[in-house]
Each structure stands twice: as C-alpha cells, then as structure tokens.
C-alpha cells in the first residue's frame, strides 16, 4: 500500500483562517468560491495550479514576486479589464478569465 498522497490539482491548500466568509466569483466560466479578504490571485490558485499561461512559452504561470513589481499575475475580467491578482482584492461577483480560450481549459488544469 501506498503511503504517497496524490498532489491536489489546486496550486495553494488553505489550511488556516477557514473561517472567514465565503465570497462567490466565476473563474473561466465556472462559479467558485473563496473567502473574504483573499487576492484574487489567492483567490484562484485556491482552484486551480495556475494563474494564466506565458503568452511567449504557453507555460502555466502561478505569480512570481507576489508583491505587484513583475508582469507575472496579469489575468482579465470578463469585460476584458487586467487586472494584477497579487495585488486585486477578491470581490463578490467577480468574472475572471485566466486563458484566452476557456473552451480550451477549465479549473484545475
């Protein structure tokens, strides 16, 4: 028997203050939620392993500096905004796109 645990296919597991409130937002077409006060780059690596894809490389990207001074998190609304996620608090409603396509990919890739 194995004792390995899989990796989860989320890049950050949570594992304290659970008890914040829930905030619902939708991220690549799919409603998700996660906890207030969280960024939105906390936000959705909570879902997924990534935050966006090089658009050089098409390598998945999960931020690099986490403090807003590199290019690394850029994501866009819905309405086609960008938006830095290291440094954009999380909010109720939010319609994030972390893909040019999200036909192509969904959560948790």
Same mark, same amino acid.
Do not use: H, Y
């Given at each position: 028997?194995?004792?390995?645990?899989?990796?989860?296919?989320?890049?950050?597991?949570?594992?304290?203050?659970?008890?914040?409130?829930?905030?619902?937002?939708?991220?690549?077409?799919?409603?998700?939620?996660?906890?207030?006060?969280? %960024?939105? &780059?906390? =936000?959705?690596? #909570?879902?997924? $392993?990534?935050?966006? @894809?090089?658009?050089?490389?098409?390598? !998945?990207?999960?931020?690099?500096?986490?403090?807003?001074?590199?290019?690394?998190?850029?994501?866009?609304?819905?309405?086609? %905004?960008? &938006?830095? =996620?290291?440094? #954009?608090?999380? $909010?109720?409603?939010? @319609?994030?796109?972390?893909?040019?396509? !999200?036909?192509?990919?969904?959560?948790?890739?």
């Amino acid at each position: 028997m194995s004792t390995v645990t899989p990796l989860p296919f989320v890049q950050f597991v949570r594992v304290a203050e659970t008890a914040r409130a829930r905030v619902s937002f939708v991220l690549d077409g799919v409603e998700v939620e996660a906890l207030a006060g969280d %960024t939105l &780059l906390t =936000a959705i690596l #909570t879902q997924q $392993r990534r935050v966006r @894809r090089s658009e050089f490389s098409g390598a !998945p990207r999960a931020g690099f500096c986490l403090i807003g001074a590199c290019q690394d998190c850029w994501v866009r609304c819905e309405d086609g %905004t960008r &938006l830095r =996620a290291c440094s #954009t608090p999380l $909010r109720e409603g939010m @319609r994030v796109l972390t893909q040019d396509n !999200p036909d192509n990919e969904g959560i948790g890739k």
